[in-house]
């Protein structure tokens, strides 16, 4: 480093070199207006005499309100539009206080056509200084290297911001050589000088592609997943790798070039995401002391960091998973203050541990994950189902109830319509549970459906992921199985929103769109790992697994659906089981899950949700006693069952 650049590195050097030079620039301009004005002649004796005493006060009055706004502590390689408008601002500002003086010293008073003319030009000189700067400096400091010849997918502004990026990095390894985008009013526009080509259609790609030597993709394009699994397997066609780039708006915390990252699974869902209330949930959680049961699970973790986020006064960590809630009370204490966030040990189904907690921190909001949710291991250990997913909500609704909580909302599954399987019955009575203690409580009670969850612990994403990277094969039970699929932060901002809506005993459905085949899910997993389905890597059927359906249900056939107000909320009123009946099941049901006849816990199952089909149990009729509330009544007038559509 020269002596040059290392006196220019000194802030206070700099600012003043940048002071003199507004000054300069402020003078020719005060120059030029007065050029202008006498058509480059001479200038009345007047006049003349008060241009040294005009030009000072200027000078001053400039550099005051110039200094007060900021406009010499800016950076001008990053000059824009925002940059433009303060500019113009604070010339505006100065101007005006020159000419009050003016009017007020008659020794610094101009004609007023001087006022405008130094107005524009020095708007002019300054802006034109700053702007060329930072061209020559994009030009002088730009990729220095001849990098992957990359294209971009999305003219819009999620790919501007991306090339803009790439041009200020002094060892960018992109070299853009052109967009493509299905606005035809963009065809030939140049973007930073970079041409948009065409559409983005199979045969401009295979064009461009081929003609640039394309050797990356970079999708700028939202959250169109339909289209983007279009481009991705028009890429796969030609080999050519593909990463995406979030929407603007989508990029808060890490802006720009960061985030580009690989095309994922869930890039490539059949459905949009779902937008909800963001507002009303942070009015539900600011300033609220919240639980979250099974908080060290998928579910339970994602429900701290969302909560967290709308400015709770505490979240309480209950798991009794000490790992896992090590791991996350760790995560969250590293992003947020750590009196908001409490770890607690415990289990659901300890009344004395479950009491002492609510005592103590009086929680307004109960989020309940904690559950047992494996299918299969759930076949083969149905009495630890029955005593976790049953008898563990009741203990924590209980609880909310008696403690005058502000809302319940328990975590429930698609599985627990015409259940087929143990896991399904159980979380079916857990619902039950739910809507039979929202009578008469002035705790607000509600329960959450939604089918699987991309990534989570167990599920069939992490599972496909190990096989892959073991070589394969990838196991799929059946070649037609389908299922309903979300990812993590969908489902837990539905939950919120569930617990923020109002209303009581009431059962939230997210809709997911259409169910995805699981082969092809296990298909675009081998493939966005660079491989080939059936040539690097097989794919076996192992047939379905007790207690699995071929495809999953979203309502039970009694349970239907009226508008509401709301766009994306529908309704369907039902009646459930009586109280004396289902407390006269679940005291059954508690002696049975405590003795080693499995039997006969399923049997018991089966009796409390008629519409059951588990192995090994019989059905007698089929399933009566839900009679639906006729649509026209108040809202209030019995237990609701709502859909939030996308």
Not at 219 to 234: C, H, N, Q, T, W
Not at 240 to 250: A, E, I, M, R
Not at 619 to 631: C, F, Y
Request: glycine residues 8%; hydrophobic residues 45%.
């Amino acid at each position: 480093m020269n002596l040059l650049e290392t006196l220019w590195i000194r802030p206070w050097l700099r600012r003043i070199g940048i002071i003199a030079l507004h000054t300069s620039l402020w003078a020719a301009g005060f120059v030029l207006a007065l050029a202008i004005r006498f058509d480059g002649g001479g200038i009345e004796p007047e006049i003349a005499q008060r241009v040294p005493t005009a030009l000072a006060v200027l000078i001053v009055t400039r550099i005051v309100v110039f200094y007060s706004m900021r406009q010499f502590h800016g950076l001008w390689q990053y000059a824009g539009i925002p940059e433009l408008r303060s500019l113009v601002s604070a010339t505006t500002i100065g101007t005006a206080g020159f000419a009050v003086i003016g009017l007020m010293v008659q020794s610094t008073r101009m004609p007023r056509s001087i006022y405008v003319g130094e107005w524009l030009t020095s708007l002019a000189l300054i802006g034109g200084f700053r702007f060329l700067f930072r061209l020559l400096r994009e030009r002088v400091s730009g990729p220095k290297i001849d990098g992957t010849r990359t294209l971009i997918i999305g003219a819009g502004d999620a790919g501007e911001s991306l090339l803009r990026d790439v041009q200020r990095m002094r060892e960018a390894k992109w070299s853009i050589v052109g967009f493509l985008d299905d606005d035809p009013r963009k065809a030939g526009a140049l973007i930073r000088s970079v041409r948009v080509l065409g559409p983005a259609d199979r045969e401009a790609l295979r064009r461009y592609v081929g003609m640039y030597d394309v050797k990356l993709v970079v999708l700028a394009m939202g959250s169109d997943s339909k289209r983007m699994r279009e481009i991705v397997g028009y890429c796969r066609e030609l080999n050519v790798p593909t990463k995406t780039l979030p929407s603007v708006s989508d990029r808060i915390e890490d802006m720009g070039f960061r985030n580009v990252r690989e095309v994922a699974i869930e890039d490539l869902l059949q459905r949009e995401a779902v937008k909800l209330d963001v507002g009303q949930v942070e009015a539900f959680l600011e300033g609220k002391t919240v639980l979250i049961t099974g908080a060290g699970g998928s579910i339970g973790t994602e429900l701290a960091r969302q909560a967290l986020r709308f400015n709770p006064a505490v979240v309480l960590l209950f798991d009794h998973d000490e790992n896992a809630l090590f791991h996350i009370e760790r995560e969250l204490r590293a992003l947020h203050p750590a009196e908001k966030i409490k770890a607690l040990m415990g289990d659901i189904t300890d009344q004395g541990r479950v009491e002492w907690v609510f005592k103590h921190y009086q929680p307004n909001i109960v989020l309940h994950a904690a559950a047992h949710k494996h299918v299969p291991m759930m076949e083969g250990n149905p009495c630890e189902a029955v005593k976790n997913n049953v008898f563990g909500t009741i203990q924590i609704a209980r609880a909310a109830h008696e403690h005058k909580a502000e809302a319940f909302v328990l975590i429930s599954t698609d599985k627990a319509v015409n259940p087929t399987n143990v896991m399904g019955a159980t979380k079916r009575i857990a619902e039950m549970v739910t809507q039979l203690r929202a009578q008469g409580s002035q705790t607000r009670f509600a329960a959450v459906r939604f089918g699987n969850v991309l990534g989570s612990a167990g599920s069939v994403v992490p599972i496909f992921r190990e096989q892959i990277a073991k070589g394969g094969p990838v196991v799929v039970t059946h070649p037609d199985v389908t299922r309903y699929f979300m990812t993590i932060p969908e489902a837990t901002q539905l939950v919120l929103q569930a617990g923020a809506l109002g209303g009581t005993g009431e059962i939230f459905i997210l809709d997911m769109g259409e169910p995805v085949k699981i082969v092809n899910l296990a298909r675009d997993l081998i493939e966005l790992s660079g491989l080939t389905p059936d040539v690097d890597i097989q794919i076996e059927f192992s047939g379905l697994r007790p207690g699995e359906k071929l495809f999953e249900e979203l309502l039970h056939n009694a349970e239907s659906f009226a508008k509401t107000p709301h766009p994306k909320i529908q309704v369907g009123r039902f009646r459930p089981v009586g109280r004396e009946l289902l407390t006269r099941g679940l005291d059954s049901l508690e002696a049975a899950a405590h003795e080693p006849d499995a039997l006969k816990v399923r049997t018991i199952l089966a009796e409390l949700v008629p519409e059951a089909k588990l192995a090994g149990v019989p059905r007698k009729s089929e399933p009566r006693g839900v009679a639906l509330v006729d649509e026209s009544k108040d809202r209030a007038s019995g237990p609701l069952l709502v859909a939030v559509s996308g």
